[in-house]
């Protein structure tokens, strides 16, 4: 069974960084594009990064409302995911999610709250 574990978030200042981790588990990591998600409340769960796999090129693409601040990277040979986010905004405000990048799998990891605020 797949099993993604978030890790990373917390309040920080309009302008601030954090990095946020995932550990994904389940024979998947190496094989699938792999994406993190993101949902505000009230709002629904969106893609904001994607990378594909590393025998895919490790191509990554992002929703442009992150573009040039949120930087998404993967080691295969830890299974995890990270994504540096950084020059952060009160409307990246939200629960951040990893999973399979387009077409995730279930279930959903607990996901980690990222709060920017002054």
């Known amino acids: 069974q797949v099993q993604f574990v978030e890790s990373g978030g917390g309040l920080v200042q309009p302008g601030g960084s954090l990095r946020l981790s995932c550990v994904a588990s389940?024979?998947?990591?190496?094989?699938?594009?792999m994406g993190w998600y993101r949902q505000a409340p009230g709002k629904q769960r969106e893609l904001v990064a994607v990378?594909?796999?590393?025998?895919?090129?490790?191509?990554?693409r992002y929703v442009d409302s992150v573009k040039g601040r949120f930087t998404i990277s993967r080691d295969t040979t830890k299974n995890t995911l990270y994504l540096q986010m950084n020059s952060l905004k009160p409307e990246d405000t939200a629960v951040y999610y990893c999973?399979?990048?387009?077409?995730?799998?279930?279930?959903w990891g607990q996901g980690t709250q990222v709060t920017v605020a002054s």
């Open positions: 999973n399979v990048g387009g077409h995730p799998f279930d279930p």
């Open positions: 990378i594909s796999s590393d025998t895919s090129g490790s191509i990554v």
């Open positions: 389940g024979g998947i990591f190496s094989i699938y594009a």
